[in-house]
């Protein structure tokens, strides 16, 4: 049986041809132009074979809403991002990191993405084709990668390896290396072609990491189909832990001054005291790039992102998760601040997993597990699934995935620590989700 699609603050995602229809492609299309206010909307995609014939759907059905549309082609979603400040809107055609066979949409509202409220008003509002005019489409250019280089600056690390997985940022990615200066050697450069999968944090990188050691290169950085996530890989071909990269963006940040951060509540304790030992404060958001955003839009933070996706978020740049910009910040590290980050990094180990849950049950087990965790917790936060703090060093995150049949579990503590942790909370869920099942 075909599951239904999921809709989330991530977007539109599905199976193309079985749950992500075209006839759904253009309501959810014809919805969103409800919440466009500029009548403007710029338009991208990622390199999924579905992607062309999806994003003609996206077009037209904005178009017939009044809506001109301006057409990036294959394009990163951080360059959407930035160009639909100057738009007021975009839409991006892409499933981010899912198989080749799902594909999506996610929506773009004033340089970042839908807020809860914002989405379920969009949900709930009636299509309105024009009765007065028709859109017009466009082709758009854009000045991101010479913005990144721009605000990153002139590259520190001698040579790295870029492997876009055939994805949006093929192009893009050598482009932006050669302007910092950098040399590079290059893999998956060709779009839509690929020797990995789309989802780089899951895949070995066996090629970027031979890469890297055979051609002693600095770092490897992995880009997913879209360009919002970055695995990198050190000069030993070992792939970073995400939190970890995420830290190596901070502490850039903190070179520049930056002093306020937010981070999801499901990111290392590591960025957290590094941001506290150099005289910063940090906030924490629930789970998801629009929440980050929408925590950093209230506190004023300067950066942060999601541990769990490597995702730095530099909101007066971006307010997306920005692999590039990512990638290029990194680049700009001395090897001391690098090796000094990730020795201390080392300390924490995460582990992130998920069990395979039906989405309609999601509800009942989030809510049982306050009762089963309280016993060996230190604190308790339910703002987000159920987050169990166990000591300063040490927690559990359990939640429902927006974006799969799954509940995702997360578990960080000492590395020494970590996997007994985890075994022990992750055996709770299921068996609170096998006894939700037989009743």
Request: with cysteine; glycine share 8%.
């Given at each position: 049986m075909?599951?239904d699609?999921?809709?989330?603050?991530?977007?539109?995602r599905g199976?193309?041809?079985?749950?992500?229809t075209?006839?759904e492609?253009?309501?959810f299309?014809g919805l969103?132009?409800n919440?466009?206010?500029s009548?403007?909307?710029v338009?991208?995609?990622?390199t999924r074979p579905?992607?062309r014939?999806i994003?003609?759907?996206?077009?037209?059905?904005?178009?017939?809403?009044?809506?001109d549309?301006?057409?990036?082609?294959?394009?990163?979603?951080?360059m959407a991002?930035?160009?639909a400040r100057?738009?007021?809107?975009?839409?991006i055609?892409?499933?981010s990191?899912n198989?080749?066979e799902?594909?999506?949409l996610?929506?773009?509202?004033?340089?970042?993405?839908?807020?809860e409220?914002?989405l379920?008003s969009?949900?709930?509002s009636?299509i309105?084709?024009s009765?007065?005019?028709f859109?017009?489409?466009?082709?758009a250019?854009s000045?991101y990668i010479?913005?990144?280089?721009e605000?990153?600056?002139?590259?520190?690390?001698p040579?790295?390896?870029?492997?876009?997985g055939g994805?949006a940022?093929c192009?893009y990615?050598?482009?932006m290396f050669?302007?910092?200066?950098?040399?590079?050697?290059?893999?998956?450069?060709?779009?839509?072609v690929?020797s990995?999968g789309p989802?780089?944090t899951?895949?070995?990188l066996?090629?970027?990491r031979s890469?890297v050691?055979?051609n002693?290169l600095d770092?490897?950085f992995a880009?997913d189909?879209?360009?919002?996530?970055?695995?990198v890989v050190?000069?030993?071909?070992?792939?970073l832990e995400?939190d970890?990269?995420?830290?190596l963006c901070v502490?850039r940040?903190?070179?520049?001054?930056?002093r306020?951060?937010?981070?999801?509540?499901?990111s290392?304790v590591a960025?957290a005291?590094?941001?506290?030992?150099?005289g910063?404060r940090i906030?924490h958001?629930?789970?998801g790039e629009a929440n980050v955003?929408?925590?950093m839009?209230?506190?004023?933070a300067?950066?942060?992102g999601?541990?769990s996706?490597?995702?730095?978020?530099?909101?007066?740049?971006n307010?997306?998760?920005?692999?590039l910009?990512a990638?290029?910040?990194?680049?700009?590290?001395d090897g001391?601040v690098?090796?000094?980050?990730l020795?201390?990094?080392?300390q924490?180990r995460?582990?992130r997993s998920k069990?395979p849950?039906?989405?309609?049950m999601?509800?009942?087990v989030?809510a049982?597990l306050?009762e089963i965790?309280?016993?060996e917790?230190?604190?308790l936060?339910?703002?987000d699934?159920?987050?169990?703090?166990i000591d300063?060093?040490s927690w559990v995150l359990?939640?429902?995935s927006n974006?799969?049949?799954?509940i995702?579990?997360?578990?960080e503590s000492r590395?020494?620590?970590?996997e007994s942790l985890?075994?022990?909370m992750?055996?709770?869920?299921?068996?609170?989700?096998?006894?939700q099942k037989?009743r």
């Amino acid at each position: 049986m075909v599951s239904d699609l999921k809709v989330s603050i991530s977007g539109v995602r599905g199976i193309y041809g079985q749950n992500l229809t075209l006839q759904e492609v253009s309501r959810f299309s014809g919805l969103f132009a409800n919440v466009i206010k500029s009548g403007r909307c710029v338009l991208a995609r990622d390199t999924r074979p579905s992607g062309r014939i999806i994003s003609q759907v996206v077009s037209a059905s904005l178009m017939s809403a009044g809506v001109d549309v301006y057409n990036l082609g294959v394009a990163p979603t951080p360059m959407a991002f930035r160009e639909a400040r100057k738009y007021g809107a975009g839409i991006i055609v892409t499933a981010s990191h899912n198989p080749l066979e799902w594909n999506g949409l996610k929506f773009i509202v004033d340089g970042r993405g839908l807020f809860e409220k914002e989405l379920e008003s969009m949900l709930v509002s009636r299509i309105s084709p024009s009765n007065s005019r028709f859109g017009s489409e466009y082709e758009a250019k854009s000045n991101y990668i010479d913005e990144v280089v721009e605000l990153a600056g002139k590259g520190s690390t001698p040579a790295v390896g870029v492997d876009a997985g055939g994805g949006a940022a093929c192009g893009y990615a050598e482009q932006m290396f050669k302007k910092m200066g950098l040399k590079f050697q290059s893999i998956n450069g060709v779009a839509g072609v690929s020797s990995r999968g789309p989802d780089p944090t899951a895949d070995p990188l066996a090629d970027l990491r031979s890469l890297v050691t055979a051609n002693k290169l600095d770092f490897g950085f992995a880009l997913d189909l879209d360009s919002d996530r970055l695995v990198v890989v050190n000069s030993n071909g070992e792939k970073l832990e995400p939190d970890a990269t995420l830290l190596l963006c901070v502490a850039r940040a903190v070179q520049l001054g930056f002093r306020n951060f937010v981070t999801s509540i499901d990111s290392s304790v590591a960025i957290a005291k590094y941001v506290k030992q150099h005289g910063g404060r940090i906030s924490h958001s629930k789970v998801g790039e629009a929440n980050v955003v929408s925590k950093m839009l209230e506190v004023g933070a300067e950066a942060g992102g999601e541990g769990s996706s490597a995702g730095f978020i530099m909101p007066k740049f971006n307010m997306c998760r920005d692999g590039l910009l990512a990638a290029a910040t990194i680049a700009t590290l001395d090897g001391k601040v690098i090796s000094d980050c990730l020795a201390f990094a080392s300390q924490f180990r995460q582990i992130r997993s998920k069990i395979p849950a039906d989405s309609s049950m999601h509800a009942a087990v989030i809510a049982r597990l306050p009762e089963i965790f309280r016993a060996e917790s230190s604190e308790l936060l339910t703002e987000d699934g159920v987050k169990a703090v166990i000591d300063e060093d040490s927690w559990v995150l359990v939640r429902p995935s927006n974006t799969e049949h799954a509940i995702r579990v997360s578990a960080e503590s000492r590395s020494d620590r970590v996997e007994s942790l985890y075994k022990r909370m992750a055996d709770k869920v299921r068996q609170v989700y096998d006894e939700q099942k037989a009743r």
